[in-house]
């Protein structure tokens, strides 16, 4: 069993606090490492600074493969493509509001029109 450190900037912390996102998809790692089934996803913000704040620490239920095309607007999980209703529900997981808005994020964050990473799940209790 690993722990996986996630770093969340403040805008996502009361949302991960909550359990309202249960769910954090990042970029595919450089040594290719994701979190597997029974590890620790140990959620914070400010890491690396003094203001550290752990969120929650739960086990991770799974972790899939995502791709976004975002502007055509397709979510592809485990080399799916969601539909509207599971991409919405997707959307929410990770602490979005729409599908549109995560979308609009993750170009915004990663300066791209096509993400490749991973999502991490955790188990709310």
Avoid at 34 to 47: N, S
Avoid at 73 to 81: N, P, T
């Amino acid at each position: 069993m690993t722990t996986f450190l996630f770093n969340f900037k403040k805008e996502f912390a009361p949302r991960v606090e909550s359990g309202e996102k249960c769910q954090t998809i990042r970029r595919n790692r450089k040594d290719g490492r994701r979190p597997v089934p029974g590890d620790i996803a140990k959620c914070y913000t400010g890491l690396r600074t003094r203001a550290a704040r752990l969120l929650r620490a739960a086990p991770v239920v799974e972790c899939r493969s995502v791709r976004m095309h975002i502007d055509d607007r397709v979510i592809v999980v485990d080399g799916w493509a969601l539909g509207v209703n599971d991409a919405i529900a997707f959307a929410n997981a990770d602490g979005f509001g729409t599908m549109s808005e995560m979308l609009l994020w993750f170009r915004n964050q990663y300066q791209t029109d096509c993400f490749e990473g991973f999502c991490a799940r955790w188990e709310i209790k």
